[in-house]
């Protein structure tokens, strides 16, 4: 069973940027779409960046110009470099396939305070 590891989040304030990692055990990593997700308060969770097995990317349109989705598969690594944050922003932040086949981590608490 694949575990994933998230790690970066922490407190920031508005316009200020967090760099996401998230380590992802077992050798199908590289093959498969990553996506990180986000859960605000109260809310579901929603896919806000997806990277193909290759360089192709997608952003949901309240994180596109701001957030950047990148691998490293030697390191079975996906990242979320997160600039100009906003207090909207907020919430845990988890990675998974694109169609969330693994099980959850624990994700990584993002706070942007305004």
């Known amino acids: 069973q694949v575990q994933l590891v998230e790690s970066g989040g922490g407190l920031v304030q508005a316009g200020g940027s967090l760099r996401l990692s998230c380590v992802a055990s077992?050798?199908?990593?590289?093959?498969?779409?990553m996506a990180w997700f986000r859960q605000a308060p109260g809310k579901q969770r929603d896919l806000v960046a997806s990277?193909?097995?290759?360089?192709?990317?997608n952003y949901a349109d309240s994180v596109k110009g701001r957030f950047t989705i990148s691998r490293d598969n030697a390191k079975n690594t996906v990242y979320l470099q997160m600039n100009s944050l906003k207090p909207e922003d907020t919430g845990v932040y988890y990675c998974?396939?694109?169609?969330?086949?693994?099980?959850w981590g624990q994700g990584t608490q993002v706070t942007v305070s305004s």
């Open positions: 998974n396939t694109v169609r969330a086949i693994w099980v």
């Open positions: 077992g050798s199908s990593f590289s093959i498969r779409p």
């Open positions: 990277i193909t097995s290759g360089v192709n990317t």
